[in-house]
């Protein structure tokens, strides 16, 4: 009787903590995801008074032929690819170097953190004056027209003006994770490396980076799903432009559901992201976590 | 340890965060679910009613007409006096009326979340033409108020015979031009245009000034050719139905021809905003811009020491301006029958009393469209507008025709290559003809 009680009890302790996020999960990410399975097959411009036609598998087929949706996906895979390895060297970089002796240690943690509180949005109308307006005018009055002019008005540079804030923004997240990464690996592991005779960089690439593999395998993961699924800076920097040059994976389906009221489309095109965006993830997560070292 | 503390103090937060949505999803959810049942035996309309009540608590519905009114609409720039307008009208009538604010920008998404998930207002505006159409279940026949025989020919939003939206005002577009700069006698035609524009930049301005806001850079300056057509509607369609190339099109050789004399004579769009685009032509460095009479609010900080006027795009031979109604009054009909009632009310008043007329003319400062509704408090390029109304030369606003969503999503990214590339106009041509197919696909 009393056991029972015991366990009766622990289960209400554990109720209490799983069930309010269970309820919030399930009705803003499980139900939701479910319906929007459903809607995909289905040709409906999203109010309820108006007609949804069953189109079967139609939408996913006008997917492989839709070249707007194609090119959104090669700008997205461009962008992730360069975007990761820039914030991840970055944000490796700030760590190795904020957790030296440095006297100003803590003052450049918090500076280098910074930009990652600020937000996307407001970050994309900063830069946006920065890369638009202000390269501009100093193209003009230094003559340097080569890097300096109106990044936003051309496709290429545009895409490099994301993938600027996209790291400005998220190498400082990223460096948080490295820390703790780092501040984990022992010293005497690196203390008897050194007594043995290894520099800095022999250090670095044998012992530390070997013992941060966990952290590879968060940071990798998170910049991973973050530049896949940006949308915030993409809207207010670049809107797409010029020329759709710079429009996104995110962008496209929220163009796509809301501006041309294709909600059925644009939900197939959604399910489609969210495959990919798994699909690619679970790959990494996999490939790093087997790289991953016991002490 | 201080690590250990902040990671303490996240996830209090997020529990508590959690306990919150919660809390508020508990409600809403009983609501639904009453609502399911009370709706199941008399179909929408009683759906709506209990979206409505949960809404705004306490029982709007009861008794005969609805004592509370909702009004959200799309042009910010009279926000404030609609305000003000609320406590008016529930002084002279007892009604109250809540208005909600918007950007602007979202606002016809935002319309659609509240329409979808029956929290809708009672009045709202919309842009008469695609976007009406798309929203016409949630429509209600206005036909009965008293006024509707009085609009101006044309201008209240028609289906199938039934007045459904009472237009705001109407607006006028054009050229608004520096009349120390510009002699808009002397532009007749396409090259007068072009040969203004290169005078102008001898001179050292910009003979036209757009910005790069989609409907300012190309959807306002892209409707003359459209509405110059014979049936703008029709024309569209078949442009849609890739049965007509635009390349092909006499007005649109000429509107290429100009937009092209554009890029080559006077600043790049891409690179001014509507603040810019106001100011230089304030400022006389520009000597006109692409807009109507809307923008004139944008002058208030400047002291303008110049005249403007309003003129047409000259190409092939163009002598009208586009006056359309930007946006209209509509009742939603999914809200109950007293609140339907009321918003009716709000309208009639609006449009025939006296302090509503008031607000209409001297607060909202719109262009008469009511027969015997006079304003003498127009601002200049609002009366400019009057005199084209007058003599009939105006055209209908086509691009309120275009696919859903064409202007943000298609045309830009086109007018962005042309732009920013040395395209030639038969390929930007070429360009806008795949765009209307593309945005027709989807439709």
Redesign the interface.
Known sequence: MAKRNKNLKNFAWYALFVF??L??FA?VVLIPFVIGVGYSFFSW??????PKIFVGLDNFIRLLSDS?FLSSAVHTVIFTLVAIVTINVLGLAFALVVTTKLKVRNVARTMLFMPYLIGGLILGYIWKFIV??AF?SIGETTGWGGIFT?W????KLALAAMIVVATWQMAGYIMIIYI?GIQAIPDDVVEAAQVDGAGFWQTLFKIKFPLLMPSFTICLFMTLSNCLKIFDVNLSLTG?????ATEMFAMNIY??I?????YG?GQAKAIVFFLIVALVTLVQVSITKKREVEM | MK?KKVCGLLMGTV?MA??L??GC?GPKDASGESNSQEGSGQE?SAEGEGGETSDDGAGSSEGGSANKIIVFQSKVEITDQLEALAEDYQEETGVEVEVWGTTGDDYF?QL?NR??NNQGPTVFSLAPGTESE??K??LEDLSDLSFVGQLAEGMANEMDGKVMGIPYTTEGFGVVYNKSLIDAEALKSTDDFINMLKEQQEAGLAGLGLSSESYFLIGHILNAPFAMQEDPEAFIQEVIDGKVKLKDVPEFQEFAKLYDALRTYSY?P??ANYDKECGDFATGKSAAIHQGNWCWSMFADYDIDFEMGLAPLPISGNDKITAAVPTAWYVNS?ASAEEIQAGKDFLEWLYTSETGTNYLMKEFGFIPIVEGMENDTLDPLSTAVIPYLESGKTMGSALNAF???MV??YL???A??F??TDMSTDEFLDQLTDAFV??GE??
């Open positions: 309010p996020l309820f919030v009705t411009d999203g109010l309820p008074l108006n707007r638009g307006d501009a109106n936003l008005l051309d496709g703790t797409g432009g010029p020329q759709n163009n796509e809301f501006s041309l009221n294709n489309y | 690590l529990m959690s306990m949505l919660t999803g929408q998404q659609k329409l979808a798309q929203m279940s949630y790049n891409l690179e999914q696919p859903a969503g943000d999503v830009v990214p086109v962005e290559g732009f920013t593309q945005a989807g439709n």
